[in-house]
């Protein structure tokens, strides 16, 4: 029996995706941060879109699109998110949402086997919560004080889902319907581009520790003041921040990630001797126990810069665990990608994905397309047509090897 | 011949020092800056217990408080400021002034054999230009751009001179009748009190380099970009600090100092590698030649930490030379203390004064007195009265034994 072959659009894709950054269309980005005017018009226009190519769509009352392939019993479900941070890319989240509408369309015009529903999650880029959209569709977000979370205007979640109208019954994972998860994404990152790859076979999403460390001094007159008479908390942070960059460079890992990103030192001026300093440490990894390793080092250092006049404490402010992706599906995308000529790049993703959730639910893959410059989060984000088009026909291509 | 004993009124130094602290009175400090009301005001006020003292006083357009003694043709100088930083304490500057008001009352009153003229400088503090009376009282001001300058909310110095109403001639420094300045001023730091002394003898001023190290690579997420390919300004910045740290400390005399008080890491986030991360360090010694290699150091480092991706520069923005005090009139000091039962701790001024300006026209010399805790430019600043009282005699002392 030849194979199927699901022969995407690419036309009608990138109309699907130019027409998805119309909705607040930022220069060459979007600014549509979740439950905005511009994302709520952006989710309806997507309903009718699945509705136009057959799927039985819906938003949900957490703002997620959903579109359900009419007549199976089984189905891939594919998708992203279409939410963007503030000033963002125009495919950051949309290519993986608008590659599903594509691919589920082409499926039910080409009467394929394939089975696809398709997913818009809401918020992943955390206005409210990150994830908020994917977690309840998994069942795992914590309903209880929902309403009264708040983004950074003060803007209530509550009022949010009140205020877009959205009021459909949850979507939900099927267990019995749902086979896998397929997210196609841009890449955020350079990797694709420097070694000329094409397309990404991401193995896992890293874990992250994210960590504040304080050390606490007393402020006095740097001119009059005698050195051994300080408590100078910025000269300690100074020196536990080296140690810091010591111990993740010999203990890393090859694809260890880690920053210093935050940095402030009281009072902040020339003359007067830091009173506190802090800085934030974030470090990531595929590797849960090398995390653990890693933030055991970073006690151990506390503790001994701790010592002296000058107190310190390490505080952990975010802690996420790695989220491994299938293996078998993850080489069912290398083997489409191989047929179309591209030989794939395994990598880890560095930065989190509805994946990342949904994967502890159902075995998910990711497929990454190169970002131009690594650029994202930014309106500069883009992607060639060539590469949008390749993924596409790529996915669809693992779609059709994995129908049942 | 016996000794003239200029016997001092403790009682009346402590009432005028109170006095001139109800003029912005803050709490326990002042708040007095330079061409406020409250510093017209109690200058004003200085003025006319000067006048009241026998003094022949008036305040020149400048601000400079100027008593001189009737009579005369030679005569010690006496004084300090008596503007405040913001918020700051009662005694910065205003114990001086008082200290010369309360000698030269006595000196008229006993019909002492000195001569001593008194002089509170305006703005020591630099709201608009540091030490800009005593610069004018030496005639070493930039007269030029004078009135264009304006202090952090907006207000011109031309404005700030005329709306005064002080319009008197120029106080100038006399080279054929000042014969030394003398100035006295709590120490502002915490040396006097580790070591139990009540009278500091100041060897010097110290001199001042003040420079920012700046650091510029490239914003990028700090998940998916990996560490080769990183332009990580705040890494090559703390790598640096440290260097800075550890060349200072092997490099030092006994009395240097300096500071790393100002760190400043772009765009502050912690999941985006540092795209710009600049320090301001500060140093301090009696030593030019030493400030000079220190410097030279800083400029090897900067050179060496620039050779990567991340380029470094440096910019010197403050430079002062030290200013030694006379050793003689130190002596006298030392001499007049050890009269009262003290033996004076010889030490240098980790923070400038008006003495560091008037040094370099005529031979000056500087006495200490503790300050509690080491506090200064802080409305918590205070000396015990017994302090502030033998302070005085000392000066007194000092003054008889320097009498023509």
């Given at each position: ?14 109309t ?11 220069g ?10 511009a ?11 699945m ?10 009352r957490?703002g997620n ?8 019993s089984?189905?891939?479900?594919i998708g992203?998110?279409?939410d ?14 608008i ?13 394929s ?7 818009s999650?809401?918020?992943e880029?955390?206005?409210?919560i ?8 998994c069942?795992?977000?914590?309903e209880k004080?929902?309403?009264a ?5 003060g ?9 877009s ?16 998860y397929l ?15 094409r ?11 994210r ?30 921040a ?20 935050v940095?402030?030192v009281?009072?902040?001026a020339?003359?007067?001797v ?6 934030v ?16 080092r ?9 010592r ?11 802690r996420i665990?790695?989220?491994?992706m ?8 290398a ?16 930065a989190?994905?509805d994946?990342?959730i ?8 990711m497929?990454f ?7 994202s989060h930014d ?16 996915l669809?291509s ?6 049942p």
């Amino acid at each position: 029996m030849p194979e199927t072959v699901i022969e995407i659009n690419p036309q009608r894709l990138l109309t699907d995706l130019r027409q998805l950054a119309t909705f607040g269309k930022l220069g060459t980005g979007v600014d549509r941060p979740a439950f905005s005017q511009a994302d709520i018009a952006a989710r309806r226009w997507l309903e009718g879109r699945m509705r136009e190519a057959g799927l039985q769509a819906a938003i949900d009352r957490c703002g997620n699109v959903y579109g359900r392939s009419p007549g199976a019993s089984k189905a891939l479900l594919i998708g992203s998110h279409s939410d963007s941070v503030p000033k963002g890319g125009w495919l950051d989240g949309a290519l993986g949402v608008i590659y599903g509408l594509e691919i589920a369309r082409t499926c039910l015009e080409q009467k394929s086997l394939a089975a696809v529903d398709v997913v818009s999650f809401e918020d992943e880029e955390g206005r409210y919560i990150p994830f908020l959209g994917v977690k309840s569709f998994c069942g795992v977000l914590d309903e209880k004080s929902l309403a009264a979370i708040r983004d950074s205007g003060g803007r209530s979640l509550g009022e949010a889902m009140s205020a877009s109208g959205f009021d459909g019954a949850p979507a939900c994972f099927e267990p019995s319907r749902h086979v896998a998860y397929l997210e196609a994404h841009i890449e955020q990152g350079p990797r694709l581009e420097a070694t000329r790859r094409r397309i990404g076979v991401v193995s896992g999403i890293v874990g992250i520790r994210r960590v504040r460390l304080t050390a606490r001094g007393q402020a006095d007159h740097a001119g009059t003041t005698p050195m051994s008479m300080r408590k100078d908390a910025g000269a300690v942070l100074m020196r536990l921040a080296n140690r810091v960059l010591d111990s993740f460079e010999s203990m890393a890992a090859a694809d260890t990630v880690w920053n210093i990103g935050v940095v402030d030192v009281q009072p902040g001026a020339a003359n007067v001797v830091p009173a506190q300093a802090s800085m934030v440490v974030e470090f990531r990894d595929m590797d849960a126990a090398l995390l653990e390793r890693l933030l055991a080092r970073l006690l151990e250092l506390v503790a001994q810069a701790g010592r002296g006049a000058v107190s310190m404490e390490l505080e952990e402010i975010a802690r996420i665990e790695p989220a491994p992706m299938d293996r078998a599906l993850g080489g069912v995308i290398a083997e489409a990608s191989r047929q179309h000529g591209e030989e794939a790049l395994y990598m880890q993703s560095g930065a989190g994905h509805d994946a990342m959730i949904i994967s502890r639910t159902v075995r998910s893959a990711m497929l990454f397309i190169p970002s131009i410059g690594g650029r994202s989060h930014d309106i500069a984000e883009d992607t060639s047509e060539a590469d949008i088009v390749l993924g596409c026909r790529v996915l669809a291509s693992a779609v059709e090897k994995l129908a049942p």
